[in-house]
C-alpha cells in the first residue's frame, strides 16, 4: 500500500500541485483498478469523474511527465547527486541559445551544466544560479550533437557533425564569468471558459482525447469517462465520503 502511495504521488503530483481539491477530482479516480490502493479508495469514491471503459489496470511504466518545453527535448541528464531532474522546475530555463538544444550534460561535481545547440555554440551554465558561465564555446561549423565534462571539471568535450570531438579548457569558457470547455491543454488539463481547472487527465490517457461531447466513438477501445455523477466547483468536497 506504501508502494501504491508513492506511484500516486508521482503519477499525480501535478494536478496535486495545482489545486488541493484535484487530488479527489483528477487524481483518486484514475488510480489503476488493479491496485491494492484502488480497493481501499474507490469504495469511498461517490459523485466523481468514473472510468466507463478502458483506463490503467497497473501503474505505467512512465511516472512522471516534465513538462514546460515548446519544443522536441533530445536529451536529457541526472546530476550526479541524483536531486536535479523532479516533478518541479528549478529556477528559471536557461536561455541563451538561437537554436535547438541538442545535448546537455552534468558536471561530475554536480556544480556545471553544459548544453551543445543547433546554433553551432556550446555553453557552460552554473547550476545553482542559472547563469551561463563565460563565453560561448564557438568556432564550430555544424550543430553540436553531444556535450561532457571532464571527471576534473577542467575541460568540456563537444561532438559536431563534423565528425570531430573537440575539447576545451576550463579557462577558454570562464572568462566572462479564449479556451473552449473540451480542449484539452498540453499539460493535461481541461479548462473551463475563464481558465478553471476542471479534470487533470493522466499522460497514459491522452493519446487519443476526444471532445466530452463525442457521444460515439468507433471503433471503441479509447478510456471514457462518465461525468454524469461527477461534482464540481465549490461542491467538489462531494465525491469523497469521509468517516462517521
Known amino acids: ?7 500516486f504521488i508521482e503519477n499525480f503530483i501535478s494536478p496535486m500541485l495545482h489545486s488541493t481539491p484535484h487530488l479527489y477530482v483528477s487524481a483518486l479516480p484514475f488510480i489503476p483498478s488493479s491496485t491494492l490502493l484502488a480497493t481501499v479508495v474507490m469504495p469511498m469514491l461517490c459523485s466523481s469523474a468514473r472510468i466507463h471503459v478502458g483506463g490503467l ?11 514546460g518545453h515548446a519544443w522536441i527535448v533530445t536529451s536529457v541528464g541526472f546530476s550526479p547527486d541524483g536531486k536535479r531532474i523532479g516533478g518541479v522546475q528549478i529556477g528559471s530555463p536557461l536561455e541563451g541559445h538561437t537554436s535547438r538544444v541538442t545535448s546537455v550534460g552534468f558536471s561530475p561535481d554536480g556544480k556545471r551544466i ?3 545547440s543547433g546554433d553551432n555554440t556550446a555553453r557552460v551554465w552554473d547550476v545553482e ?11 564550430y561549423t555544424r550543430e553540436i550533437t553531444s556535450v561532457a565534462s571532464s571527471c576534473d571539471v577542467e575541460k568540456t568535450a563537444s561532438a559536431p557533425q563534423d565528425r570531430n570531438v573537440e575539447i576545451w579548457d576550463a579557462p577558454s569558457y570562464q572568462d566572462g564569468i479564449s479556451q473552449e470547455l473540451d480542449l484539452l ?6 479548462r473551463g ?4 481547472l476542471l ?3 493522466p499522460p497514459a490517457l491522452r493519446n487519443p482525447f476526444y471532445s466530452i461531447w463525442t457521444t460515439l466513438v468507433i471503433p471503441r477501445g479509447c478510456v471514457e469517462l462518465d461525468l454524469s455523477q461527477m461534482v464540481h466547483g465549490r461542491e467538489w468536497w462531494k465525491c469523497f465520503k469521509t468517516a462517521d
Not at 129 to 139: C, M, N, R, T, V
Open 185 to 190: 491543454h498540453p499539460d493535461g488539463w481541461i
Open 129 to 139: 544560479g542559472g547563469a551561463q558561465i563565460g563565453s560561448p564555446l564557438q568556432g
Open 114 to 116: 553544459v548544453s551543445g
Open 199 to 201: 479534470l487533470w487527465i
Open 57 to 67: 489496470k497497473t501503474w505505467p511504466l512512465v511516472q512522471l511527465l516534465l513538462q
Open 193 to 196: 471558459p475563464r481558465g478553471e
Open 1 to 7: 500500500l506504501a508502494e501504491d502511495g508513492i506511484k
